[in-house]
Structures are given as structure tokens and as C-alpha cells.
T-cell receptor
Framework: DTEVTQTPKHLVMGMTNKKSLKCEQH?????MYWYKQKAKKPPELMFV???????INESVPSRFSPECPNSSLLNLHLHALQPEDSALYLC???????????FGSGTRLTVV | AQSVTQPDIHITVSEGASLELRCNYS??????LFWYVQSPGQGLQLLLK??????LVQGIKGFEAEFKRSQSSFNLRKPSVHWSDAAEYFC?????????????FGRGTSLIVHP
């Protein structure tokens, strides 16, 4: 298995909703990432987990809450989002934090 | 902190023509260098990477890139472009910073292929 699987592919949520994005990989990668990507822009790093511990938090608002339950899973819990949070959320993994990334196809999030 | 510059926002080429996408980086040492491609609405796919050794690296889909330390560049090339190569291309560096490795992406270059 050489893929990163993200669910759901599309999500529409209201500003008072709570939802979660899920990411799964079975490549034995020990680093996992959440990125946010706006249209026509590069991915922006949000969080890095290394060996299931949060190692980087790029000053992301607390309405985004990451969780790494085990070495294969990464969640992003969403609460009280704003319309400007609408974006493509990408999960990625790598064998080491300095290695090349395998990206999932993303979750297209729309906040209404 | 490291930075990545992709000076071309758009590149237009004819199918069958050669292609070069430019990437310059700023970092005190040699970082780990990557090129990724993204089709609309999709995730990013790794084309090739440079860690050390031979400065000309081969990737998937017929792409290659050359690391030039003196110019702090890692330009992506393809001798003959296919219509399916139309996509967004991102150069990225991963460099050590304060005990962590921080990935940085360039702003991307949009490749348009004319028939």
C-alpha cells in the first residue's frame, strides 16, 4: 500500500458545527502532516507529527485540533470554523521528517 | 529561515516542445530538494528529489532536475512536453531549523500546454 487515504473528499459545514477530517497510511511512515491549500496557492503547513508526537504547530488557530491516535492515523478536528477556513486540506506522510512526502488527494472543505 | 522562489507564475509551451521550470532556494547549507506536481483538485505527487550525490536527478514521467549549488537552483526539465503534463508544479525544500525539519514550498508554476 503506497497511498495516503483522506476522508471525506468533500465536506460542507456550518460555522457552529463540529466535524473531523481523517487521514490514514499503511506505509510505516513515522511523520505525518496537515496542510491547508487555498486556490492557486502553495500548501501551507499546519501541523507535523513525528512518532505520534506533535512536533510542529505553525500557529494554527485553536479551532483546528489535530490528533494522532496511532502511527497510521491522523485526524483534524474542526470546530467553530470561519468561511475563510474554506480550502483544500491535505494530509501527507513521510518516512522521516526530512524525506519526501506522499500526499493524500485532500478534503475540499466549505464553511457556510 | 529557508525560502523558495519560483519566478514564473505561468509557463505556456506547445506540445512536443521542451520545458524548463525554474526554482531557486535560499539556505545556508544544502537542503533536501523536491519537485511536486498537482492536477486540479488533487493532492501533490512527487516527481523527483535531491538529497546528495549526482546533481542530475531523474524522476517520473520523463522529468529531470539539476542541482546547481553555485546558483542555488534546482530547475526542472522535460525534453518533450505532453498535453497531460498541464498542471501546477511546486518546488520544495526541507531544511533543518532549530532541531526540526521545516518544509517550504514555492508559490508554484502553472504549466499550460497548447496542442
Amino acid at each position: 500500500d503506497t497511498e495516503v487515504t483522506q476522508t471525506p473528499k468533500h465536506l460542507v459545514m456550518g460555522m457552529t458545527n463540529k466535524k473531523s477530517l481523517k487521514c490514514e497510511q499503511h506505509m510505516g511512515h513515522r511523520a505525518m502532516y496537515w496542510y491547508k491549500q487555498k486556490a492557486k496557492k502553495p500548501p501551507e503547513l499546519m501541523f507535523v507529527y513525528s512518532y505520534e508526537k506533535l512536533s510542529i504547530n505553525e500557529s494554527v488557530p485553536s479551532r483546528f485540533s489535530p490528533e494522532c491516535p496511532n502511527s497510521s492515523l491522523l485526524n483534524l478536528h474542526l470546530h467553530a470554523l470561519q468561511p475563510e477556513d474554506s480550502a483544500l486540506y491535505l494530509c501527507a506522510s513521510s518516512q522521516a521528517v526530512q524525506g519526501s512526502y506522499t500526499f493524500g488527494s485532500g478534503t475540499r472543505l466549505t464553511v457556510v | 529561515a529557508q525560502s523558495v522562489t519560483q519566478p514564473d507564475i505561468h509557463i505556456t509551451v506547445s506540445e512536443g516542445a521542451s520545458l524548463e521550470l525554474r526554482c531557486n532556494y535560499s539556505y545556508g547549507a544544502t537542503p533536501y530538494l523536491f519537485w511536486y506536481v498537482q492536477s486540479p483538485g488533487q493532492g501533490l505527487q512527487l516527481l523527483l528529489k535531491y538529497f546528495s550525490g549526482d546533481t542530475l536527478v531523474q524522476g517520473i514521467k520523463g522529468f529531470e532536475a539539476e542541482f546547481k549549488r553555485s546558483q542555488s537552483s534546482f530547475n526542472l526539465r522535460k525534453p518533450s512536453v505532453h498535453w497531460s503534463d498541464a498542471a501546477e508544479y511546486f518546488c520544495a525544500v526541507v531544511a533543518a531549523s532549530g532541531g526540526s525539519y521545516i518544509p517550504t514550498f514555492g508559490r508554484g508554476t502553472s504549466l499550460i500546454v497548447h496542442p
